[in-house]
T-cell receptor, first 115, second 114 residues
Framework: DTGVSQNPRHKITKRGQNVTFRCDPI?????LYWYRQTLGQGPEFLTY????????KSRLLSDRFSAERPKGSFSTLEIQRTEQGDSAMYLC?????????????FGPGTRLTVL | AQSVTQLDSHVSVSEGTPVLLRCNYS??????LFWYVQHPNKGLQLLLKYTSAATLVKGINGFEAEFKKSETSFHLTKPSAHMSDAAEYFCVVNSRGSQGNLIFGKGTKLSVKP
């Protein structure tokens, strides 16, 4: 299967610790997105990359969050000094900008629990 | 600014009866609209998409949606519900016509009774 993969699937951490998540997009896709989904809500946009360039960041992405996409392939999302409010499902999606429309394919997500 | 409003947080139907999940949108651009489905412990899956071609859009698993510009609506329907349709459904609009990030509604949980 060559879909979007995310690791780990689950992460439990203590408040104040740093965590890092990885996303591997569909190989030919040049765009990669991060979203966050809290319980009972729809996913909310965090940031996206086109190739290795981070083109947009949402106001939800505080200074404790950083994302990278070295070489335009996989991406990592790091949260420093985690807080209980960071507990959520973190979703990654990828797409190919064909000029037609931007169909995004989602990974299974990483569920973060901050104790 | 682009936004979507899902009018029902929970819809319950009996197996074999029609499904209607309602969504209204607001968009400054000619919108690209989507319906995604999320089964428990599974990733989001695209059901169907509207990208300014036909106003009646057919998707997977017998779902379809009709784009009505005059009503700013994009309701999802299925003639006959199946138990496997029980899931969370999200109405989604692209933030910038066809090339931006996705803006999700709050979701509608569909329950299907035997």
């Amino acid at each position: 299967d060559t879909g979007v993969s995310q690791n780990p699937r689950h992460k439990i951490t203590k408040r104040g610790q740093n965590v890092t998540f990885r996303c591997d997009p569909i190989s030919e896709h040049n765009r990669l997105y991060w979203y966050r989904q809290t319980l009972g809500q729809g996913p909310e946009f965090l940031t996206y990359f086109q190739n290795e360039a981070q083109l947009e960041k949402s106001r939800l992405l505080s200074d404790r969050f950083s994302a990278e996409r070295p070489k335009g392939s996989f991406s990592t999302l790091e949260i420093q000094r985690t807080e209980q409010g960071d507990s959520a499902m973190y979703l990654c999606a990828s797409s190919w900008t064909s000029g037609a429309y931007n169909e995004q394919f989602f990974g299974p997500g990483t569920r973060l629990t901050v104790l | 600014a682009q936004s979507v409003t899902q009018l029902d947080s929970h819809v319950s139907v009996s197996e074999g009866t029609p499904v209607l999940l309602r969504c209204n949108y607001s968009s400054s651009y000619s919108p690209s609209l989507f319906w995604y489905v999320q089964h428990p412990n599974k990733g989001l899956q695209l059901l169907l998409k509207y990208t300014s071609a036909a106003t009646l859009v057919k998707g997977i698993n017998g779902f379809e949606a009709e784009f009505k510009k005059s009503e700013t609506s994009f309701h999802l329907t299925k003639p006959s519900a199946h138990m496997s349709d029980a899931a969370e459904y999200f109405c989604v609009v692209n933030s910038r016509g066809s090339q931006g990030n996705l803006i999700f509604g709050k979701g509608t949980k569909l329950s299907v009774k035997p």
